[in-house]
């Protein structure tokens, strides 16, 4: 048996190497800073006090003690009423004189009667319980408002960014190859 010489070929495969760390990245983001500044409201209110007035002038004119001149022209608006009076007592005085069939002493029992009579004039105003007039005016309030304020004022920080990189180292671990070995031949025979 006559053997066929075989050639052998081996491969071997490449291989990579990869170390890798990963990056490191921090972020800080500082706080912004904020300035508020107010101005307070202003609230005025002035109330101005209110006006009472009070009339007394009928209650003292029914008292008597009224306008002299309100009263004077009462009394005047009066007298021929008064006056009349006057001549009609006159006149029973006279008559109870001349009536002598009437017993007793006319001159005593008149001159009794006219100790207490006197003529009235009637100078005092009207009684009434509303004789007293009372006016209140009240006023309104003056109010003036002052608005306020409210400034802010806002300063924004930028952030903190921080990056560290990461490692990446590529080489060849293994690097690929073929490998011929040819067979022994025997030349010699």
Same mark, same amino acid.
Request: glycine share 6%.
């Given at each position: 048996?006559?053997?066929? /010489?075989?050639?052998?070929?081996?491969? %071997?495969?490449?291989?990579?190497?990869?170390?890798?760390?990963?990056?490191?990245?921090?972020?800080?983001? /500082?706080?912004?800073?904020?300035?508020?500044?107010?101005?307070?409201?202003? !609230? &005025?209110? #002035?109330?101005?006090?209110?006006?009472?007035?009070?009339?007394?002038?009928? @209650?003292? &004119?029914? !008292?008597?003690?009224?306008? =002299?001149?309100?009263?004077?022209?009462?009394?005047?608006?009066?007298? *021929?009423? =008064?006056?009349?009076?006057?001549? @009609? #007592?006159?006149?029973?005085?006279?008559?109870? !004189? @001349?009536?002598?069939?009437? /017993?007793?002493? /006319? =001159? @005593?029992?008149?001159?009794?009667?006219?100790?207490? *009579?006197? $003529?009235?004039?009637?100078?005092?105003?009207?009684?009434? +319980?509303?004789?007293?007039?009372?006016?209140?005016?009240? *006023?309104? $309030?003056?109010?003036?408002?002052?608005?306020?304020?409210?400034?802010?004022?806002?300063?924004? #920080?930028?952030?903190?960014?921080?990056?560290?990189?990461?490692? !990446?180292?590529?080489? +060849?671990? %293994?690097? $690929?190859?073929?490998?011929?070995? $040819?067979?022994?031949?025997?030349?010699?025979?």
């Amino acid at each position: 048996m006559v053997s066929i /010489p075989q050639l052998q070929i081996r491969q %071997q495969y490449g291989r990579i190497g990869i170390d890798a760390d990963p990056g490191r990245q921090s972020i800080e983001q /500082p706080k912004a800073e904020v300035q508020i500044r107010t101005t307070p409201a202003k !609230l &005025d209110i #002035h109330s101005p006090q209110g006006e009472l007035e009070i009339d007394q002038s009928r @209650a003292w &004119d029914a !008292l008597g003690k009224g306008n =002299i001149l309100e009263s004077m022209q009462r009394i005047y608006s009066q007298a *021929h009423e =008064i006056l009349l009076q006057g001549i @009609a #007592h006159r006149v029973e005085y006279g008559n109870r !004189l @001349a009536d002598i069939s009437k /017993p007793g002493n /006319p =001159i @005593a029992d008149n001159a009794e009667q006219e100790a207490y *009579h006197f $003529p009235e004039f009637d100078y005092y105003g009207p009684a009434s +319980m509303d004789n007293v007039d009372i006016r209140y005016t009240a *006023h309104k $309030p003056e109010i003036q408002v002052t608005e306020g304020r409210v400034d802010i004022n806002v300063i924004p #920080h930028k952030p903190i960014i921080e990056y560290t990189r990461g490692k !990446l180292d590529i080489y +060849m671990q %293994q690097y $690929p190859k073929v490998e011929y070995i $040819p067979p022994i031949i025997d030349t010699v025979r």
